[in-house]
């Protein structure tokens, strides 16, 4: 979403061409870089419930293929703009490089509300939006995923209007599918729990023990729910939640100073992560402005919205008490207040790193698609910790040695494995 003029594709492109002078890359490969390689835009028609037909937009951006077939998720949202689909579809590309998986960069949306749909009519919208752009996915092209406001039921509905299309089952042609139908077992919980296998390498890092931790989160949506329970698995107390209240068109904190309690949060949310104000202030929640989950006296703090929630507006906010910021959502923070942070002397995990368990998990779940063969949940979480630890070393390893920040770190890495990659091919 563009917020207060804030454009997500021209931070990426900002950021990108930082760790391009860092690497001294070329201009063509600058350039190749810096845009995506093809981009679809389409319209997508729907039958509504009331019979008449109404349009909605549809993308679909896949920034680089060089290193494997492109992945990234489909996101609804009334605000989503071209623009914010490039970036995510570029941090993509860099998030599944710094996880060493063997994929490109992608993203889609669709310009909707789907609090204001019918199940028909997203399922028309899901169909809708596979008929338009079948030509130029699929499992050995690019393959998409949930993301914001999308659900494992909406993934179903595309697979089978891709299935029905092409004649052939092909579960690998989407991730995040319910796992009765070929989803893989820990999708629901990978994003959310790789976000914390990252904050506990990072707290080692800076000798703090997670049992002594308190942390404010932004959101409560898969992400933040999953991120709270493996917090709290590992002692550590989560005092404040945000989500987005449809009503009142604006976000409010929920904070319980001896910490919340997920499973009752849970109970009293809806599928889109939004919190029943009235029943939380029932169980005794102080319920405030959401900008208040920055303002909070902890240790970490965890964004787990929408874009540039940390900005030069309210980067001084945040309380000399926080010494780690886990960024769950993609681009978080703007390059402005990440400056503010540096001073500050916060430790960041980056984006791309911190948020990069979900398409790790993605792509499990395609090669056991593609297998027709599943794996068990253990099985699926052990490997996923295994790859979130080995790319957060690997990270923190090239960031202490050339005395970088931990995200100058990821992009040097992750910009310098896909640019390779293009060269190698002979593209650039
Ligand atoms: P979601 O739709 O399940 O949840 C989003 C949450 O944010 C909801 O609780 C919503 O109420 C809240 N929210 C929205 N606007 C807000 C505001 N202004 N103030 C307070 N709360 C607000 O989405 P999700 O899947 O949990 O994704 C969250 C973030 O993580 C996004 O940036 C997404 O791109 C990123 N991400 C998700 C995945 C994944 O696997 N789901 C993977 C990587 C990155």
């Known amino acids: 979403m563009e917020i207060n003029n804030y454009n997500p594709f021209a931070s990426a492109k900002q950021q990108l061409s930082k760790a391009a002078k860092l690497l001294e890359l070329d201009e063509a490969t600058i350039e190749f870089l810096s845009n995506p390689m093809r981009e679809f835009h389409f319209s997508i028609p729907v039958r509504m419930d009331d019979g008449k037909i109404k349009v909605f937009r549809g993308y679909r951006v896949m920034h680089n293929d060089a290193r494997g077939p492109a992945k990234g998720g489909i996101r609804f949202h009334p605000h989503e703009t071209i623009d914010t689909i490039r970036a995510l579809a570029m941090w993509m590309s860099w998030k599944t490089a710094v996880a060493d998986l063997p994929l490109g960069g992608a993203k889609g949306g669709v310009i909707c509300d789907p609090h204001n749909l019918s199940q028909k009519e997203q399922e028309g919208i899901c169909r809708g939006w596979v008929r338009q752009n079948f030509k130029n996915i699929g499992p050995q092209i690019d393959v998409p995923a949930p993301e914001v406001m999308t659900n494992p039921q909406h993934m179903l509905w595309m697979l089978d209007e891709y299935e029905t299309i092409t004649g052939n089952r092909t579960p690998g042609f989407i991730t995040g599918k319910p796992v009765e139908m070929g989803g893989s077992l820990g999708r629901k919980e990978a994003t959310g729990y790789g976000v914390v296998v990252t904050m506990r390498e990072a707290l080692k890092e800076i000798g703090m023990n997670p049992e002594n931790t308190t942390a404010s989160v932004q959101g409560f949506g898969n992400v933040a729910q999953n991120a709270i329970a493996l917090y709290h698995q590992m002692g550590g107390k989560v005092i404040c939640v945000s989500s987005w209240d449809q009503e009142q068109q604006r976000g409010l904190c929920f904070c319980k100073k001896d910490g919340v309690l997920l499973d009752e949060l849970k109970q009293i949310s809806d ?16 319920i405030t402005d959401g900008e208040n989950w920055i303002a909070q006296q902890v240790d970490i703090l965890i964004p787990a919205a929408l874009e540039n929630s940390i900005s030069i507006e309210n980067v001084d906010k945040i309380k000399d008490s926080v010494k780690l910021i886990a960024e769950a959502a993609n681009g978080p923070t703007s390059l402005e207040a990440d400056e503010v942070l540096k001073k500050k002397g916060i430790f ?75 060269k190698d091919r002979g593209w650039v």
């Not at 599928?271 to 102080?286: C, H, M, S, T, V």
Request: charged share 20%; aromatic share 12%.
């Open 271 to 286: 599928p889109f992560g939004g919190i029943n104000k009235e029943k939380a202030a029932d169980l005794g929640y102080e």
């Open 348 to 422: 960041i995990i980056p984006d791309f790193l911190a948020n990069a368990g979900g398409v790790t998990c993605s792509y499990f779940e395609q090669v056991q698609s593609n297998m027709n063969y599943y794996w068990t949940k253990d099985e699926v979480l052990a490997k996923l910790d295994e790859k979130m630890t080995s790319a957060y070393i690997n990270v923190s390893d090239f960031a202490m040695l050339n005395n970088m920040s931990m995200r100058d770190a990821a992009y040097v890495i992750s910009v310098d494995k896909v640019a390779q990659a293009c």
